[in-house]
């Protein structure tokens, strides 16, 4: 259900990215930068966090930018709900989620 979802908030920004002309590509380099409070939970494979249940930690290297930047907006907003993921996205400004996900989408 949360994949079909993300599927819809997926071609809703690729309609946004179209409409739009030129996107400003994120810089891998700065990513790489802002990545340090993000490899505690997704630099680890197969981590699974013990707070505040268990849950395991999706991979995120070699992900499409796109995914990972709508993924981003959508914690962000509020439309994709998980604690963490919550606060860290509160934090990042677009620049910064761009960044992170051309970082992590030139990962192998
Ligand atoms: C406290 C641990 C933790 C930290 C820190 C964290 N994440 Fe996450 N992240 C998670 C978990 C757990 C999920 C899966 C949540 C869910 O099921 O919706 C997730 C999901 C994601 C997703 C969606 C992946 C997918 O396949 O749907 C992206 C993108 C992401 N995180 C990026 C980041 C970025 C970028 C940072 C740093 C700015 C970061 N995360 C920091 C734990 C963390």
Redesign the pocket.
């Known amino acids: 259900m949360?994949k079909q979802l993300?599927w819809i908030a997926l071609g809703s920004f690729g309609m946004l990215a179209a409409g739009g002309g030129a996107q400003a590509a994120g810089d891998p380099e700065k990513g790489a930068r802002?990545?340090s409070?993000?490899e505690?939970?997704?630099g680890i494979p197969g981590y699974r966090?013990a707070f505040p249940k268990v849950?395991?930690?999706?991979?995120?290297g070699g992900?499409h930018p796109t995914?990972?930047l709508s993924?981003?907006q959508g914690?962000k907003s509020g439309a994709?709900?998980?604690p963490?993921?919550n606060g860290?996205?509160a934090?990042?400004s677009q620049q910064?989620?761009e960044d992170?996900?051309a970082f992590?989408a030139a990962q192998k």
Do not use: E, F, W
């Open positions: 949360k993300l802002k990545n409070m993000c505690g939970c997704h966090t849950y395991t930690v999706p991979k995120l992900q995914y990972i993924a981003l914690y994709r709900k998980h963490s993921m860290v996205a934090t990042l910064d989620m992170l996900a992590y």
